[in-house]
């Protein structure tokens, strides 16, 4: 079978869309075969930057280059999204449901032209790495919400496209089945070398999937860097929320009281993290603070 | 028994007074069919005459609305709200419009004195004539039926198709159409039946020449009148096409009035 063997390419994107109040104005960039986590608060703009790179929503200004072709910009140098080879990937698997499941992955390359039996093969190929052996001629609607992904995902794959752009895939599906898809696609979006943009509301996803992790809020990047880079230090209460969220990331932290110094409006207090750095908080005036004691600090919550 | 719904029982009555005022005046019909004379009344040569006519040009009638109704439908589905509203408004005149004004109209339009009168082209009083009357009444039910459907599905499997490498032709054909066959087929059936049926458009705008524009339903009345036929024609005729009928809806199997919206529900 045609394994789609480092299909992926750079993705170097500007993105402004003003609709409205709503400005979104963010840059993304991925070498290929990277995977980049997106995340930020629902109507922070991932769903439209996945849109635009997609090319189903129209830019305002910037570009997107894929291995340094302009595929879109403002003044609409517009690679329809069938020349793309940009695969979106949602919530919902949108199957089709009037073809099996075998049929549903040879779509993409039958549609450029790939001979029937060698699509029908590799479909097969397909079936068997994403568990799914034996049931090629199921109907979508005789597939579990968690084997439509999977065949979703493989029908994505094996156009071998220049990038994949996933959209909370698993977020409609219980953590049982969510947690075999993501093994599934730790596996193989490394087997493929296909460069991937997943927006996700679970950090653990961006930990366990990404090489870097974007946080988007309002509109602007808040966040751009490894994603245990971005959560052990949060730049933004949103970023402290999410990394709350993640079993062994930036929880909270000490600091040892080594002294305090009082200014006006409340007291400075130096000490230590467990990690040994000096450390220097601003506390409220009526604070009783002593040298020698522990002060824990957590992320606000949201 | 699990209770089927809440709808008051006492409305049984009127419910059934409903299916009885259709189906009792087709069981008159039967009653009243000659059998001993029955096949002979139906392969006279006026009749096979007019079923071959009926079937010829209401296969045609429906082949064409097809190639015109088919874009249409995907053109009114596709537009922004505004316009789809106006044509669908402008499709549904000649569906409410009584077909004697139909005919007139196409008698305006292709007849001598009429808009298209200087080209010469003889149209009334021609088979051609009676093909232009059925695709006038009966292209709306395919368009609205298909319209209904495709815009029922969607555009969201055709961008999954185009993201996966499609083009234009390859979506229509594998993605689009298929998701709209309940809808494709019912609207089909409805336009044949429509076109098969064709009366009022049909006599003021082709007449009733036997053999060439005479189809079933004028031979009905023209047999009832009593021009030199006996009734028993009229009823044989008549019973020929009930039978047609039911026999169509029972080979398009799953049809149903706004079957495309429920079977492309059934298959998300």
């Keep these: 079978m045609t394994v789609a063997g480092g299909s992926g390419a750079a993705l170097d994107a500007e993105i402004r869309v003003d609709r409205g109040a709503f400005t979104l104005d963010a840059a993304l960039r991925a070498e290929p075969g990277e995977i980049v986590a997106l995340m930020g608060p629902s109507g922070a703009g991932k769903s439209t930057m996945l849109g635009v790179i997609a090319g189903f929503v129209a830019l305002s200004a910037g570009t997107v280059r894929l291995d340094g072709d302009t595929v879109q910009d403002a003044a609409r140098i517009d690679v329809p999204p069938r020349e793309r080879g940009v695969v979106l990937l949602g919530q919902q698997p949108r199957l089709f449901p009037h073809l099996n499941a075998r049929d549903n992955i040879a779509f993409g390359p039958r549609s450029r032209r790939v001979p029937k039996t060698r699509a029908r093969a590799d479909a097969e190929a397909w079936l068997e790495r994403i568990g799914l052996a034996g049931l090629g001629d199921r109907r979508p609607a005789r597939l579990s919400g968690g084997q439509q992904q999977r065949v979703a995902l493989a029908r994505a794959l094996a156009t071998a496209p220049r990038a994949l752009l996933l959209d909370e895939p698993l977020t409609s599906l219980d953590p049982a089945t969510a947690d075999g898809i993501r093994a599934l696609l730790r596996g193989e979006l490394a087997a493929t070398g296909t460069t991937v943009v997943m927006a996700t509301h679970d950090a653990a996803d961006a930990v366990a999937l990404a090489d870097r992790l974007i946080v988007l809020e309002s509109g602007r990047v808040t966040g751009d860097a490894a994603p245990s880079a971005v959560l052990d230090a949060p730049a933004t209460p949103f970023a402290a929320a999410l990394a709350r969220t993640v079993p062994g990331a930036a929880a909270s932290w000490e600091v040892r009281v080594e002294g305090t110094r009082i200014i006006a409006g409340g007291v400075i207090v130096r000490g230590r993290a467990a990690d040994g750095s000096a450390v220097e908080l601003q506390m409220p005036p009526d604070v009783p603070v002593l040298p020698g004691a522990v002060i824990s600090v957590r992320p606000p919550t949201l | ?268």
């Design chain 2, 1 to 268: 028994m699990t209770r089927r719904g809440y709808a008051p029982r006492v409305l049984a009555i009127p419910a059934l007074v409903g299916i009885a005022f259709l189906v009792l005046p087709l069981a008159a019909l039967v009653g009243r069919v000659q059998w001993a004379t029955l096949w002979q009344d139906v392969t006279s040569t006026e009749a096979l005459s007019a079923l071959r006519l009926s079937l010829t040009t209401g296969l045609l009638a429906t082949a064409i609305c097809l190639v015109i109704g088919i874009p249409l439908a995907l053109f009114i589905a596709r537009a922004a709200p505004r316009t789809a509203a106006l044509l669908r408004a402008v499709v549904t005149v000649p569906l409410v419009l009584p077909p004697m004004v139909g005919g007139l109209s196409l008698l305006f339009l292709f007849g001598r004195s009429g808009w298209l009168g200087w080209t010469g082209w003889q149209v009334p009083f021609t088979t051609v004539a009676v093909v232009l009357a059925q695709i006038f009444v009966a292209l709306p039910f395919l368009v609205l039926a298909l319209e209904g459907a495709i815009r029922t599905s969607g555009i969201d499997y055709e961008r999954t198709a185009a993201g996966l490498g499609a083009g234009s032709w390859t979506i229509l054909w594998r993605v689009t159409l298929p998701l709209a066959l309940p809808g494709l087929l019912s609207g089909t059936v409805l336009c044949f039946a429509r076109a098969a049926g064709e009366f009022g458009a049909t006599a003021l705008f082709a007449g009733n020449a036997p053999g060439v524009t005479q189809t079933m339903p004028l031979a009905i009345y023209t047999a009832f009148n009593g021009a030199g036929v006996s009734q028993g024609s009229a009823i044989a005729l008549s019973l020929m096409l009930l039978v047609t009928s039911v026999a169509v809806l029972l080979l398009v199997r799953g049809w149903r009035p706004g079957g495309g919206a429920a079977v492309a529900e059934e298959l998300r």
